[in-house]
Each structure stands twice: as C-alpha cells, then as structure tokens.
C-alpha cells in the first residue's frame, strides 16, 4: 500500500495512471509504455497535504478531471488536458477538510464530504458554489462512492446511507466497527455496491433493488472473508443472463501490501464464495477488470510503478485461479520526462520525499576552512560548481554576477561584430561540417561546454547551413537545449532565436510529427508571448516619440529660418 499521503488511481479504459507524491506533486503515466506523460505541480502543493483524490472521466481516452482535497480545507480540480487548475472550492483554513470527494458523473459537480463535519456538500465546479447540502452522519462522513448510472450516491461511516437524485435518503442495515469504513465502491452496472470496515477482514456485497424494495432494512447479499484490512476495492458484475445467475468479481487491495481476486456466485440463499491470492513480490498499489477477462495492476513504488496485466481465469473453463501469480520485476527503467516549464529532463525520482511539514533526520553538518584540500567534492562539483556556479560566484552579491554575466555577454558580441566588419574568419573558423560533428558530439555526450562552443558561432551562415543538415533524431533535443537557456538567460536571446528559428525552419515537417510537442515547446512559447504582449504598445509608443522628434526638428529649422531673415537691430545711444 503506498504511503499515508500518496495516492495512485487508474484511469477509465486503463490507458492512464495518476500518482501523488508526498510533496503533492501529480505524475500522469501512460500504461502501455509505462512511460510519465505529464505532471502537475500546484502552486501552493508545499503550503497543505493532500488527504484525498479523486478523478472523473466522461470517456476513456478524455483525461478528464482530477481533484484533490487538502488539509486546510480547500479542493482543488484539474483540468489534466489543458494542465490548468480550473477551479479551488471551499475557503482555506474555514472549511473542515474533506475525509472523500467524488465527481458527478456528467462532470458539472462534485460532492464532498467531511470526518469532522455532519454536512456533505455538492459544488458547482463552474462557479465554486454550492448547490446542495446534504445532512450525512453525526460524527463525520468518512467515505462516498457514486452511481455509476444516476445522480445518487452512497455515503459511508459508522454505517451507510443511500441519497436518491430526488433527494430521498435511506439509511441501510449494515453497522461497521468502530473504526468505521475504509472503502465503498458501485459495481460498472450499478445493480450492486460492495463495502468493507477499518480494520475489519471482510466484504460485504449489497443488492440496490433489494435496499430499494425494503427501505434499507435488507443486509447483505454476501459477506466474503478476507486476511488483512481492506483499503480498496474493484467490483465488476458479470452476470450470465441465459444461466439465470450472478456472478461478481471483486479485485480486493489490503493494507498489507497483498491483495486476492474475489468471486462470488449469487445462486439460492447461499452464495458461493472463491478467492484467488495474488502473489507478488512487490507493493500492490492499484488494480481494475480489463475488457479483455484479466486483472490490470500496478504494483512497485510510486515513483516508478510497474503495470502487469495477467488473466484471473482458467482459459478453458472459466473457472477462478487457485493462485494469480504477477511476473517477476524487471530492472526499472530511468526514462526521461518532458515537462512544461521545468528541467529538460527529469530522472530517476527518490522515493523517500519529505511532505509539507515534515523534517528529514538532522544531522551533525561538517564544515571546511576556506583553504581546506580535504573537503570532498563530486567530479560535477569540481568542474561546474554546485548547480552550475563556480566556488568564487557563490560568494558575489547578484549585482555582480548581473554585472559579470552582461560584461561577459557584451565582450562576445563585440568580438562578433569586429570579426564580421574585418571580414575575417572567426577565431574558431567554424564550418557546417566541424560544428554538426561537435553539436552531435555534445549532445550524445550532454557536455553543455562543447555546446556553448558551438552556440556562440557568429556567422548566419554557418548556422543555417547546420541547422539545415543536422540529423532529424538531434533535433527534438538541441531544441529542448536551446529553451531551456533561453528560460534561464533571456539576455541571451539574440544568439539562441537565431539557431531557434533555424532548426524550426529547415526541420518544421519533422517537429509537426512529434507527439506532444506542444506541452515540450509550452515554455518557450510563453516567453514569446510575454515578450509580444507589450510590442504593440511600445510601436505605438516609439510611433508618436517619433513624430514628436520630427516635429521638435522641423520647428527648430522655421525658427532659424526665421531668425535668419530677420535684419539685425542695432540701437544707437544718444
């Protein structure tokens, strides 16, 4: 099971996969490459701790919404398409902070509830007001779960109650302990719910045209034994109706770590009940049915998880698994990710991350003198300095560096402009041929001094012609390079727009095939929109200096004409 405050969701369709770290941060992962799409990085994610999640989908391959409940009592609803916060319901530090929230089923609301509060909320997502309060139990709500087919819905605590879209509500016989209930969830038809308790080792499966007909009076159709505490639950109807029969299949996560596949056989007063145990080396973290007749399932660390799908049926008879066996782990794979407005790339992640008010173990620090030979440095550190900065500029005040950094930058250019008015070579000569080898070289190397080499050739020419005959699987990177230092220097604009416009010049076919480019180009078209945003107005601006300039001249050469002309005055005293 991951961790108190990091959560795991799979999608509709089991295309996609959601992650939330202990420092709130939200990973979106495509399933069939096992490969992270995207993350989502609120703007106060350190500021509260997420204490609940849920994600709504109309279709399987629409992203949907996903929100998050936080412990100052704030709800937050993404947009995971557009990568934008759309909606933050409730009032920080007034609202009670929410034990469970769940999406209506067309999406326009969303329904909380509340562990320290007797009121369960419905928000309009549009306008962040609520729209109904409904009076759940005394001591706190703990868990909801929604028809998958009507606007009702199930809230659970000590015991359940079912809320009708006409706004009726029944209170069903079913009393938990006193830990209350840790999970409830519908079935994909709508026709069953299955629940179970804190820390209780079973699971109970509910008839909903049953509770309906007896006013909430009927128990439980079935109540299926399992080891350890129950904290998810799947349950899937698949009911033969030319057997006249139910069956229900239940994929059932513990807090143990390990899990098991349900069935249950709806058949007389007495169901039959078998379970399948899943054995796995690794923490189960999620699971769902496929359409396909097995169990999908993602299991590892939530930094890196692992999905394996594996059939829970024998291929001939249909008959439940004595065992459901999961692969064994391959070695993890440390793929990049591309993400709007960050690194250029990102690695492997630490799984041990410290949450928002948390503190790691603290430790005796060690100090060097200034002179000290002994001190360790990494190889990286040697050479760059610590994230880049040498030993001496971490001891400059920012004006200086800001000082450094211009000098530095206005000695290049002029060394440009020199050379081009001598008409001389440059001091490196470069040619197309010299500087597509070293541009390869530097980024199959990611020797970022090569690079710069490279990227301060002066000569239009030469840059051109690089661009044009660089190869095509280079591109995409050098691109992500030159957005990436036109992000931390923009001082630098005038040397990198102009291997930018190349490249996006001579390799535009190839960049349009590009899957998500446009999330890998975000930063660099939001600097160009910022710096667009004020062209107009300094035209205008530079337009009438202009004509005021024009017309301070011409004034200026009247009057000298005109003093000119003007025959001089000499006064004679008497």
Same mark, same amino acid.
């Given at each position: 099971m991951p961790k108190s405050n990091e959560y795991t969701v799979l999608g509709k369709g089991a295309k996609n996969f959601t992650t939330i770290s202990k420092d709130n941060r939200l990973r979106l992962w495509d399933i069939d490459s096992h490969k992270e799409r995207r993350r989502f990085v609120e703007k106060h994610h350190l500021a509260h701790t997420y204490c609940c999640v849920a994600w709504g989908q109309t279709a399987k391959d629409d992203l949907g919404l996903f929100a998050v409940g936080a412990s100052d009592g704030v709800v937050v609803v993404w947009d995971l398409t557009r990568g934008v916060v759309i909606a933050t319901l409730g009032v920080a530090n007034e609202t009670p902070i929410p034990s469970d929230i769940k999406f209506s089923n067309d999406l326009k609301r969303i329904i909380v509830c509340y562990s320290q509060s007797s009121q369960i909320n419905e928000y309009i997502i549009a306008t962040g007001e609520i729209s109904k309060t409904h009076k759940g139990f005394k001591k706190g709500t703990q868990k909801l779960a929604v028809h998958p087919k009507s606007n009702s819905f199930i809230a659970a605590s000590g015991s359940l109650k079912y809320y009708d879209a006409d706004g009726?509500?029944?209170? @069903?016989?079913?009393?938990?302990?006193?830990?209350?209930?840790?999970?409830?969830?519908?079935? +994909?038809?709508?026709?069953?719910?299955?629940?179970?308790?804190?820390?209780?080792?079973?699971?109970?499966?509910? +008839?909903?045209?049953? @509770?309906? &007909?007896?006013?909430?009076? &009927?128990?439980?159709?079935?109540? @299926?034994?399992?080891?350890?505490?129950?904290?998810?639950?799947?349950?899937? &109807?698949?009911? &033969?109706?030319?057997?006249?029969?139910?069956?229900?299949? @239940?994929?059932c996560l513990v807090k143990e770590n390990g899990g098991c596949i349900l069935r249950t056989e709806l058949t007389g007063s007495t169901p039959a009940v078998f379970t399948a145990p899943i054995e796995s080396k690794e923490t189960i973290l999620t699971g769902c049915f496929t359409s396909n007749g097995a169990v999908l399932l993602a299991t590892g660390k939530v930094s890196s998880p692992r999905f394996v799908s594996v059939p829970y049926e024998e291929p001939e008879s249909g008959v439940l698994k004595s065992t459901v066996d999961l692969p064994t782990p391959e070695e993890p794979s440390t793929a990049t990710v591309d993400t709007a407005g960050s690194a250029e790339s990102a690695g492997p992640i630490e799984v041990d991350v410290l949450g928002p008010h948390e503190m790691g173990a603290v430790k005796r620090p060690i100090t060097y003198e200034a002179d000290d030979d002994i001190a360790p440095k990494s190889k990286k550190s040697r050479e760059n300095g610590v994230n880049g900065v040498t030993d001496g500029a971490q001891q400059m005040t920012m004006e200086e560096r800001l000082r450094g950094l211009t000098a530095s930058l206005t000695e290049i250019e002029a060394r440009e402009r020199s050379a081009k008015n001598k008409g001389a070579p440059s001091e490196l000569a470069p040619s197309s041929d010299s500087l597509v080898t070293l541009l390869e070289q530097a980024l199959q190397a990611g020797d970022d001094t090569l690079l710069e080499q490279c990227l301060t050739c002066g000569d239009e020419d030469v840059v051109t012609e690089t661009a044009r005959r660089l190869p095509a699987s280079r591109v995409v990177g050098l691109l992500r390079k030159l957005v990436a230092k036109f992000e931390k220097r923009p001082s630098r604009g005038i040397i990198l727009t102009r291997w930018i416009h190349a490249l996006l010049r001579f390799h535009t076919s190839y960049l349009l095939s590009v899957p998500d480019l446009s999330h890998q180009l975000a930063a660099l078209s939001q600097m160009l929109d910022q710096r667009l945003s004020t062209y107009t107005r300094l035209a205008s601006l530079a337009g009438r200096l202009d004509l005021l300039m024009s017309q301070i001249t011409s004034s200026s050469a009247v009057e000298s004409v005109a003093a000119a002309a003007t025959p001089m005055q000499v006064t004679y005293e008497d």
């Open positions: 009726s509500k029944l209170k @069903i016989s079913c009393p938990f302990s006193t830990g209350g209930a840790s999970c409830v969830v519908f079935s +994909d038809c709508g026709a069953y719910f299955a629940c179970a308790g804190e820390g209780v080792g079973e699971v109970l499966v509910f +008839d909903m045209q049953a @509770i309906k &007909n007896t006013g909430g009076e &009927n128990g439980p159709v079935a109540v @299926i034994p399992v080891t350890g505490s129950v904290h998810s639950l799947v349950l899937k &109807n698949v009911t &033969n109706k030319k057997a006249h029969h139910t069956k229900l299949d @239940i994929v």
